[in-house]
């Protein structure tokens, strides 16, 4: 599994994470964790799960991106 | 162990570090909601190392079409176990969200090491 | 301090998860354990058994149709969770995020919302019905349907939202397909058979395979609806922020 979309999908994969997990400004995380979910879409099509793939963009990228805006909303925005 | 093994496994070893990601997340910062974003990235780093354990190279999504051959199928079990892990998933970070909003309306603040230093 | 120490232990962790994880057999071999002793069954009989050509919709709602019930439990333990942190909204509802005293109806979102509602509700309905032939399911129609909720709240507000689906309709609708769930396992029990088993075991082959159509229908409709329910009330309740019994002001 070494050709070059497979690299590149991985590579974004853990960027995206790196980024939602140590960014002071909540939102940008907020927003970082739905693009993770949905490369993580991408890669369940890649890994032939065209089920998990749906699942995965519709209750992740989209339903609990919500919430979590939501949740920032009605508390604080920056981590300090 | 080899590099080509690694080279095999990449996607195993990309799911650990991501799990290892969201574990640094968890354990080091203070932030509520930075907690449950590590706690996501950690869930999906495991389901992405057990569907891809299934994976079965050139194999073919597992519905059945008419002239197909099944054994050329990737394994489909790994995939409906984490199909309800995506669910279990979704609803702990809702009731987690849920309690988020109850703390900040106690104590005023998101940060746990903020919220143990006023209560002293 | 603390941060190098867990940033160095962390990163030992990783090492030795790369290692160990390196050390596994090759991605893709089909002489895999994984591939082995349930998987072939699976695969070649499950479309003639499961009743489905989605074998992944058959797993889930055939062989391992007890996992789907306890996943079921453990969302609807989750909504009585936040209603138990939240508060339920049966009361009036007094101030919410996305009222109306903070939004105001935008014509471009509102048209928009207004064609595109409907089409997203279809789309999941039709997502929820393939699920057995194509890819799809109870589950990810179910969680479209909140999505298109959420549109909608997002568009038109809370308290228009919130007349639209009402308490009730929401308690109504969330019993019914739980209680549905449970009935179709039950229809097993009655005809002879275990529990979750969707065959009439005395009715023949062309009957059995139609009723079992039907009950796979009805399950994944079910949970679809359950599914859409619950995260329309997980929205509304994280948006709300008093309840009132004061009904002059309430929304």
């Given at each position: 599994m070494l050709q070059p979309l497979n690299i590149v999908l991985l590579a974004l994969l853990i960027v995206t994470a790196l980024v939602a997990c140590l960014h002071r400004n909540l939102l940008v995380a907020v927003v970082m964790l739905s693009v993770f979910s949905l490369t993580m879409g991408v890669v369940w099509v890649m890994l032939r799960a065209p089920d998990l793939a749906l699942a995965e963009v519709v209750a992740v990228g989209v339903v609990t991106t919500v919430f979590f805006v939501i949740t920032i909303f009605r508390t604080e925005r920056r981590e300090e | 162990m080899t590099w080509n093994m690694l080279a095999d496994n990449i996607n195993y070893a990309v799911a650990m570090v991501l799990f290892c990601i969201g574990f640094y997340t968890v354990i080091v910062r203070s932030n509520l909601i930075k907690k449950i974003i590590g706690l996501m990235v950690m869930q999906v780093a495991v389901f992405f190392f057990l569907v891809s354990v299934g994976y079965l190279s050139g194999g073919s999504a597992p519905i059945v079409m008419p002239?197909?051959?099944?054994?050329?199928?990737?394994?489909p079990l790994p995939q409906a176990m984490i199909l309800t892990a995506i669910v279990i998933a979704v609803s702990t970070t809702a009731l987690f969200l849920s309690l988020v909003l109850k703390f900040y309306s106690h104590y005023?603040?998101?940060d746990m090491d903020k919220a143990k230093e006023d209560q002293r | 301090m603390k941060k190098a120490l867990a940033a160095a232990f962390v990163c030992a962790l990783a090492v030795l998860l790369v290692y160990v994880v390196a050390?596994?057999?090759?991605?893709?071999?089909?002489?895999?354990?994984?591939?082995?002793?349930?998987v072939p069954r699976y695969l070649e009989q499950g479309a003639q058994e499961?009743?489905?050509?989605n074998i992944v919709a058959g797993i889930v709602f055939n062989y391992r149709g007890y996992d789907t019930m306890g996943e079921v439990a453990i969302f609807s333990a989750a909504l009585a969770g936040i209603f138990a942190v939240l508060?339920?909204?049966?009361?009036?509802?007094?101030?919410?995020?996305?009222d109306e005293s903070r939004v105001s109806f935008s014509f471009v979102s509102g048209t928009a919302v207004v064609l595109l509602t409907p089409l997203v509700m279809v789309f999941s309905i039709y997502v929820i019905l393939y699920g057995m032939d194509l890819p799809g399911g109870g589950f990810q129609g179910g969680a479209t349907i909140g999505a298109g909720a959420i549109l909608f709240t997002a568009a038109f507000g809370f308290c228009r939202a919130q007349e639209r689906i009402s308490h009730r309709l929401r308690i109504i609708l969330e019993s019914a397909a739980i209680s549905g769930f449970f009935l179709v396992g039950t229809v097993g029990v009655l005809g002879?058979?275990?529990?979750?088993?969707?065959?009439?075991?005395?009715?023949g082959a062309g009957a059995g395979a139609a009723v079992r159509t039907v009950m796979l229908v009805l399950l994944q409709f079910g949970i679809g609806i359950k599914v859409g329910v619950i995260c329309t009330s997980i929205l509304f309740a994280l948006l709300r922020e008093e309840e009132t019994d004061d009904l002059e002001h309430a929304c």
């Open positions: - | 002239g197909e051959v099944p054994s050329a199928m990737v394994n005023g603040t998101v | 050390l596994l057999p090759p991605m893709g071999d089909p002489d895999n354990p994984t591939n082995q002793h349930v499961a009743g489905t050509r508060g339920t909204g049966r009361r009036k509802i007094g101030r919410a995020i996305l002879g058979g275990n529990f979750l088993t969707y065959m009439l075991p005395s009715l």
